[in-house]
């Protein structure tokens, strides 16, 4: 007896070309697929003075306050940026067409308001077309009795203009 002869079904064969044509489409880099989320490597107290991008804590991030500035070389804002998953806060400045100012952090005791920590950065000018025109901070982890805010200094002043002081429960 001769064995039935096999055919190959519209569907199989669909199924075998996805098989193929799936992977090398990913291979050649013509189908994008997200790339995992750095995991936080830092948290509260452990990520004070560490970068946030570094540290993977930029991923959840969120402004949660912020001063805006205007000068005689345009708009530009601070932002005090929180990451859930790292619990901890930085400063985040974006750039002017000419002029450099400075950004900081900074993170006080909450009972007699002693300095715990301050980061301060220089945000340079020329750089609000660039991909990534902000600049920031190190960060300030949270720690138990402590209070932090950010803060932005006007390049033509050099007056200090602060978000309010933040507290995490």
Not at 60 to 68: G, H, K, L, M, Q
Not at 86 to 112: E, N, Q, Y
């Amino acid at each position: 007896m001769v064995p039935a002869r096999m055919t190959i079904t519209g569907r199989w064969r669909r199924r075998m070309a996805a098989l193929v044509t799936v992977p090398f489409l990913v291979g050649v880099g013509l189908v994008g697929l997200a790339a995992p989320a750095t995991a936080a490597s830092c948290y509260a107290g452990s990520c004070t003075g560490k970068g946030p991008v570094s540290q993977g804590c930029d991923n959840d991030a969120s402004a949660i306050a912020e001063v805006p500035m205007t000068t005689g070389d345009g708009y530009t804002k601070v932002q005090l940026e929180y990451s859930q998953a790292c619990k901890a806060m930085w400063a985040r400045g974006r750039s002017l067409p000419k002029s450099d100012f400075d950004i900081k952090i900074v993170k006080h005791r909450t009972s007699d308001n002693a300095a715990l920590y301050s980061h301060r950065v220089t945000v340079y000018s020329g750089c609000s077309g660039c991909a990534n025109p902000w600049e920031w901070t190190n960060m300030a982890g949270w720690t138990s009795g402590s209070k932090i805010r950010a803060c932005i200094q006007d390049p033509f002043t050099n007056k200090w203009a602060c978000t309010t002081w933040f507290r995490l429960a």
